[in-house]
Nanobody, 115 residues
Framework: VQLQASGGGLVQPGGSLRLSCVGSGFDMEYYDMGWLRQAPGKEREVISC????????NYADSVKGRFTMSRDNAKSTVYLHMNSLKPEDEALYYC?????????WGQGTQVTVSS
């Protein structure tokens, strides 16, 4: 099983980015999928979780209204659309099976928010 996240980079406060994560070695259709992040000196955070059953997504309060998660099971890919980025969003972002750190295989993608 592999999860390859990409799309991170440097963005100014208020800007937008779209992260992608391609899964291989498993059928994404049968799993809840989530996005997680880890910032230096801060607790790890599960920021979104998309249900395999009804397609609904729950978001952490810290990103609600600014981030949108979607998935394309045919492409085995999940996305995270990030708008109105803040300096506190700066972190290493991972996608994960089961929406928890036990399923966060892969190296993540770095998002840097700075002017």
């Amino acid at each position: 099983v592999q999860l390859q996240a990409s799309g991170g980079g440097l963005v100014q406060p208020g800007g937008s980015l779209r992260l992608s994560c391609v899964g291989s070695g498993f059928d994404m259709e049968y799993y809840d999928m989530g996005w997680l992040r880890q910032a230096p000196g801060k607790e790890r955070e599960v920021i979104s979780c998309n249900s395999k059953n009804d397609g609904m997504t729950n978001y952490a309060d810290s990103v609600k209204g600014r981030f949108t998660m979607s998935r394309d099971n045919a492409k085995s890919t999940v996305y995270l659309h990030m708008n109105s980025l803040k300096p506190e969003d700066e972190a290493l972002y991972y996608c994960a099976i089961h929406c928890n750190w036990n399923g966060a295989w892969g190296q993540g993608t770095q998002v840097t928010v700075s002017s």
